[in-house]
């Protein structure tokens, strides 16, 4: 696995964190909040992202 891909779970379904592929995306464009990711998840998006634009 890339390491800009962060295994997690959410709402009982298995899935990735991209980082690879993240975009911009408007505000209004959002519906709804579906809810939010563990303080570990944070962590290891955020430990990646500074890692992947230190380059």
């Known amino acids: 696995m890339l390491p800009t891909r962060i295994q997690y779970a959410f709402q009982g379904k298995k899935g ?6 993240m975009r911009a995306v408007d505000k209004s ?3 709804q909040k579906l809810g939010v990711i563990s303080q570990s998840a944070q962590m290891k998006t955020i430990k990646c ?3 992947l ?3």
């Open 53 to 55: 634009f230190a380059s």
């Open 29 to 31: 464009r959002l519906i």
């Open 49 to 51: 992202l500074q890692e």
């Open 16 to 21: 990735l964190i991209l980082l690879d592929q």
